[in-house]
């Protein structure tokens, strides 16, 4: 399994940047995401990155002004987030998995097996 850690959320205005980061170790990850979660909503995937071939997908919602990256030296995922929205304002999860390809696409949960504790964003 691959164990991930978030940090970087905190407040911040409508209009403003933030950068979350995932720390990841233990098993190499063939997919990494970010997901989130709205208080009565239910999770939504953002952004995901497949390691091995650097193809990226992101959910309409945050294109163009967000973009996930990795640091393969530091083994740590980042999204970075541009003209924040209160509609952003969510709880931010990390996600990876092992397996390199399965039934299920990048935008549903079971894609993933492995999930961080999450970080809190909120955009006023």
């Known amino acids: 399994h691959v164990q991930l850690v978030e940090s970087g959320g905190g407040s911040v205005q409508a209009g403003g940047p933030l950068t979350l980061s995932c720390a990841a170790s233990g098993a190499a990850a063939r997919i990494m995401a970010w997901w989130r979660q709205a208080p009565g909503k239910e999770r939504e995937g953002v952004a995901a990155l497949y390691t091995i071939s650097g193809v990226i997908y992101y959910a309409d919602s945050v294109k163009d002004r967000f973009t996930i990256s990795r640091d393969n030296l530091k083994n740590t995922l980042y999204l970075q987030m541009m003209n924040l929205k209160p509609e952003d304002t969510a709880v931010y999860y990390c996600?990876?998995?092992?397996?390199?390809?399965?039934?299920?696409?990048?935008?549903?949960?079971?894609?993933?097996?492995?999930w961080g504790q999450g970080t809190q964003v909120t955009v006023s």
């Open positions: 996600a990876a998995d092992q397996r390199g390809g399965g039934f299920y696409n990048w935008w549903e949960p079971e894609r993933f097996a492995d």
